[in-house]
């Protein structure tokens, strides 16, 4: 009964080769988000969707990109990945009606060699 | 400019006694607080919650307090257990506009048999 999945949870990739990171959510939730993780530091908030409507953040490089098809899902592009890159990728989801609470999937490990 | 501070990174504590996790927030806007906990190579989980119309929230050996007063929240976990040895993230939302959840550096908290 798995809520917010990622796949896969371990990702390698070269340096420069394109990756994409998937979300999928079974709890229909309106909002996703995405967020990147370094070790020790706090989850950084990369873009999320509010139904369809994209919300970037300022500094989200630009060789980060996102798709969301369909309320249930939602990609990671990341079209020429550096060594800086590597880190665990969190998708997220929220209700918004009544309900704060945002849950997380499980995280995609991305390593770049 | 960090908005919500979790100013210890580490916490030991024995078995059975107490712990007690802080985090402070400078935005006064933030009206819902959560709290995660994070094993290595996974997601953070979410743990508890609380409204600011509210000063405590209990859930079994979970409690958090909230003092809007001084932008401090609490997590207190008694009696404590090894299997609560983990990362432990205190998030905060609920700025006008946004869905957005603004993350602290997170506690490492490790419960010494």
């Known amino acids: 009964d798995a809520m917010v999945i990622q796949n896969p949870r371990y990702q390698v990739t070269q340096f420069g080769k394109p990756v994409t990171l998937s979300c999928s959510q079974t709890?229909?939730?309106?909002?996703m988000y995405w967020y990147q993780q370094k070790s020790s530091q706090a989850p950084k908030l990369l873009f999320h969707y509010y139904d369809k409507d994209f919300n970037n953040e300022a500094d989200t490089p630009d060789n980060f990109q996102s798709r969301r098809p369909n309320t249930s899902f939602c990609f990671l592009d990341i079209r020429s990945p550096g060594l800086g890159d590597a880190a665990m990728y969190l998708c997220?989801?929220?209700?918004?009606?009544?309900?704060?609470?945002?849950?997380f999937g499980p995280g995609t490990r991305l390593t770049v060699l | 400019d960090q908005q919500v501070k979790q100013n210890s990174p580490s916490l030991s504590v024995q078995e059975g006694r107490i712990s007690i996790l802080n985090c402070d927030y400078t935005?006064?806007?933030?009206?819902?607080f959560l709290w995660y906990k994070k094993y290595p190579a996974e997601g953070p989980t979410f743990l508890i919650s609380?409204?600011?119309?509210?000063d405590k929230n209990e859930d079994g050996r979970f409690t958090v307090f909230l003092n809007k007063s001084a932008k401090h929240l609490s997590l207190h976990i008694v009696p404590s257990q090894p299997g609560d040895s983990a990362v432990y993230f205190c998030a905060a939302s609920g700025v006008s506009g946004t869905y957005k959840y603004i993350f602290g550096t997170g506690t490492r908290l490790k419960v010494l048999a």
């Open positions: 709890l229909n939730h309106n909002v």
């Open positions: 935005n006064s806007m933030f009206d819902y």
């Open positions: 997220a989801t929220r209700r918004l009606a009544g309900e704060d609470t945002q849950y």
């Open positions: 609380i409204s600011s119309i509210k």
